[in-house]
C-alpha cells in the first residue's frame, strides 16, 4: 500500500517554463488537494478536488491548474513559473473535506530560477 | 488568511519533559487536527478533535479543546528525542472563505535534546 506518491520529488525550473507535478493515491479517497510551504511556514491550500471530474480553488491558485480524471491521480500544473513559485508543494488525500485525516506525500521541491 | 495559529512559534528542552503548543483560531469550527512533520517530510496526522469533544489521549499525546477560547492545546508527555518535529494544528472553518477546507497555521518548531 504505496498511499500517496508524488513525483518528482526535485525539479529546478527556469522562468517561463511550464510542468506538471504528478499525485497518485491508491486508498480509494474521494478528497483530494494540494498545498505550498514556504520556508517557515505552514500549508496553504492551492486547489482541491471533492471526486472525479470535480475541482475548486483554494487560497492560492493563481499560476496553477489542476484536472482530476481519475480518483486516484491528481496533477498540478504550472503554467508558466514564476519564482515565486519557488517552494515545496505536498499533495493530500482523505474520505473527505475535514472530517477524517489527511494522507500527505513526502513532497516535490520546486525551485524557480 | 490563516485560521488557526500555533504558539510558541518555537520549543526546546530536554528527554523526559513535556513538551505543550497551542493552537487559537479565529472563527468557529467543526474539528481541529493536529499533523507532525519531520524535516524535509511530509505531514503526518496525530489526532483529530471534534468539537463538542473537550479532551483526547493518544498514547503519550493529549489534546483539549476549548471553543469558547477558540483555542487547543497539545501535550507530549515524556519526550524523547524523536519527537523533534514542526507541530501543526489544521482547523475547518464553520463559516467564511476558509469553510468547509482544512486551514494550516504555521506550526510550532519542537527541539527534543537527548
Known amino acids: 500500500n504505496a498511499g500517496v506518491t508524488q513525483t518528482p520529488k526535485f525539479q529546478v525550473l527556469k522562468t517561463g517554463q511550464s510542468m506538471t507535478l504528478q499525485c497518485a493515491q491508491d486508498m480509494n479517497h474521494e478528497y483530494m488537494s494540494w498545498y505550498r510551504q514556504d520556508p517557515g511556514m505552514g500549508l496553504r491550500l492551492i486547489h482541491y478536488s471533492v471526486g472525479a471530474g470535480i475541482t475548486d480553488q483554494g487560497e492560492v491558485p493563481n499560476g496553477y491548474n489542476v484536472s482530476r480524471s481519475t480518483t486516484e491521480d491528481f496533477p498540478l500544473r504550472l503554467l508558466s513559473a514564476a519564482p515565486s513559485q519557488t517552494s515545496v508543494y505536498f499533495c493530500?488525500?482523505?474520505?473527505?473535506?475535514?472530517?477524517?485525516?489527511?494522507?500527505f506525500g513526502q513532497g516535490t521541491r520546486l525551485t524557480v530560477v | 488568511s490563516q485560521q488557526g495559529e500555533e504558539d510558541p512559534q518555537a520549543l526546546s528542552i530536554q528527554e523526559g519533559e513535556n513538551a505543550t503548543m497551542n493552537c487559537s483560531y479565529k472563527t468557529s469550527i467543526n474539528n481541529l487536527q493536529w499533523y507532525r512533520q519531520n524535516s524535509g517530510r511530509g505531514l503526518v496526522h496525530l489526532i483529530l478533535?471534534?468539537?463538542?469533544?473537550r479532551e483526547k489521549h493518544s498514547g503519550r499525546l493529549r489534546v483539549t479543546l476549548d471553543t469558547s477560547k477558540k483555542s487547543s492545546s497539545l501535550l507530549i508527555t515524556a519526550s524523547r528525542a524523536a519527537d523533534t518535529a514542526s507541530y501543526f494544528c489544521?482547523?475547518?472553518?464553520?463559516?467564511?472563505?476558509?469553510?468547509?477546507?482544512?486551514?494550516f497555521g504555521d506550526g510550532t518548531t519542537l527541539t527534543v535534546k537527548p
Open positions: 478533535i471534534r468539537s463538542n469533544e
Open positions: 493530500a488525500s482523505s474520505w473527505d473535506r475535514v472530517r477524517t485525516e489527511a494522507f
Open positions: 489544521a482547523t475547518d472553518a464553520l463559516v467564511g472563505t476558509n469553510a468547509g477546507k482544512s486551514t
